[in-house]
């Protein structure tokens, strides 16, 4: 059995020369594309980004509709708080007089 030959420079530089014709002969002999089949091409790559841009579209939209249902319910929620905040209040002394007053014109009203 013969023992393995180490490749000097020269045999590593012609094997690359010979790999570099080979790759670009076959690269020559492939055929050129049909122009028709790239404007196909083209138009599929529009059509798909034209789709994409519309989802991202109404994506957005369907966000910012999010976004001011959450706006509307938080200052939904803002407002009945304020109301509730409103209707605990504890009374002035004014209004406590007001209402005493009322009751009394009302309990003078009935006797006679």
Same mark, same amino acid.
């Given at each position: 059995?013969?023992?393995? =030959?180490?490749? @000097?420079?020269q045999d +590593?530089?012609s094997?690359?020369?010979d790999? +570099?014709?080979?790759? !670009?002969?076959? !690269?020559? @002999?492939k055929? /050129?594309?049909d122009?028709?089949? !790239?404007?196909e091409?083209? #138009?599929? +790559?529009?059509?798909?980004?034209?789709?994409? #841009?519309?989802?991202?579209?109404a994506?957005?939209?369907?966000?910012?509709? #999010?976004?001011? %249902?959450? *706006?509307? *319910?938080q200052?939904?929620a803002? $407002?009945?708080a304020?109301a509730?905040?409103? $209707?605990n209040? /504890?009374?002035?002394e004014?209004?406590k007089?007001? %209402? *005493?007053?009322?009751?009394y014109a009302?309990? =003078?009203? *009935?006797? =006679?």
């Open positions: 059995m013969a023992a393995y =030959k180490q490749p @000097s420079f +590593r530089a094997a690359s020369a790999a +570099r014709k080979k790759a !670009l002969e076959k !690269l020559k @002999s055929a /050129p594309i122009p028709a089949v !790239l404007a091409r083209a #138009a599929a +790559r529009a059509a798909k980004e034209a789709a994409e #841009a519309e989802k991202r579209a994506k957005k939209a369907e966000r910012e509709a #999010a976004e001011v %249902e959450k *706006r509307e *319910r200052a939904a803002a $407002a009945e304020a509730r905040a409103e $209707a209040k /504890p009374k002035t004014a209004e007089k007001a %209402e *005493r007053d009322a009751r009302a309990r =003078k009203a *009935r006797k =006679k």
